[in-house]
């Protein structure tokens, strides 16, 4: 693990002691739209003695998989220490035994175990070692697990620019994203540099990744467009 919160783009140690509302809400995307695809996921594939959450935020995730399935020890990871230490007191309040948060700053991921699923949503977006980030997620998948994320394709890059580009129209009252600090955010993703796709995921991990909705039922929403692919990678 390492000491430092930041990915390049954002130290997340002071976005989340500095954090109002609206900042959490940009920052933790998995609970308006990923939650009930995961719950969804785990119907369908088997219910995991092991789920790992990285890049968790305020654990929304994390906290739902742990309290639907007491048996599953669920881990969730995060770059920011003060959202580790509400997680954890949150966690312990409510009395969730079977869930744990611990700090990690990607690419680097190295917990000492294994996991039946590994989750990252909205993550590989703020990392520029992208491929060796997944490489290290994937390791630590147990066999016959998955790896379980989303990542940035040059058509999200297309959208995201233009929205860059005037950010006055596509960044309203509505944007869970500040327009004033939007291209200093997503500058990887901007600038190409961390762009994924089929083909790369493959030739990082020797494995072609799945969609998930050919698992579940895939929302006729905007996130779940094709230049957010949500992906599942088996072991």
Known sequence: MTDTASTGTIDWNQYWAEADEEDRAGATPSAHHATGVVERFLEATGVPESFADVGCGTGHVAFDVAERHPETTVVGYDAGEPVLAENRERAREQGIANLEFEHTVLPEFDPDREFDVVFSYFTLCYVADVEQALQNLYDTVAPGGY?????????????????????????????????????????????????????????????WPQSVWSVVERPDVRWAWRHHPLVYVPK
């Not at 940035?152 to 860059?164: E, T």
């Not at 869970?176 to 030739?203: A, K, M």
């Open 147 to 207: 790896l379980v994320c989303n990542y940035q394709n040059r058509l999200a890059r297309a959208h995201w620019q233009q929205m860059a580009a005037d950010p006055d129209t596509h960044l309203g009252e509505e944007s869970s994203f500040d327009p004033d600090r939007f291209e200093e955010r997503f500058r990887l993703l901007l600038d190409g540099e961390n762009l994924l796709s089929y083909d790369r995921i493959h030739d990082a991990l020797g494995t």
